[in-house]
Nanobody, 125 residues
Framework: QVQLVESGGGLVQAGGSLRLSCAASGRTFSTYAMGWFRQAPGKEREFVAAISKSGVTTTYRDSVKGRFTISRDNAKNTVFLQMSSLKPEDTAVYYC??????????????????WGQGTQVTVPS
């Protein structure tokens, strides 16, 4: 069992930055690929970014490439999402996700084994 707790959300003006953190419980953090999803009101939850178990390889949805960076610290059981140049369309609840399978599988929410509770990010238009 893995518990994921997100933090770092908030309200930020367009063009600003935020860093989300996700702290994981347990001793097996490095055996999980980690990722971030988001869900805007009235929309389906969508993939944002994923990182391999070692932290070497990452993948992003096209709309955040060059603006968001995912990273992880396996010694601290934490994954991060650095978000820059934020836009109103980035407004959503952001969820941390863990998967035993590879990080490329995390682009599909059906492969997620554990979810965090979510943290709200709001970018006013």
């Amino acid at each position: 069992q893995v518990q994921l707790v997100e933090s770092g959300g908030g309200l930020v003006q367009a063009g600003g930055s935020l860093r989300l953190s996700c702290a994981a419980s347990g001793r097996t953090f490095s055996t999980y690929a980690m990722g971030w999803f988001r869900q805007a009101p009235g929309k389906e939850r969508e993939f944002v970014a994923a990182i391999s178990k070692s932290g070497v390889t990452t993948t992003y949805r096209d709309s955040v490439k060059g603006r968001f960076t995912i990273s992880r610290d396996n010694a601290k059981n934490t994954v991060f999402l650095q978000m820059s140049s934020l836009k109103p369309e980035d407004t959503a609840v952001y969820y941390c996700a863990a998967a035993l399978s590879g990080y490329t599988d995390l682009t599909d929410r059906r492969n997620v084994n554990y979810w965090g509770q979510g943290t709200q990010v709001t970018v006013p238009s």
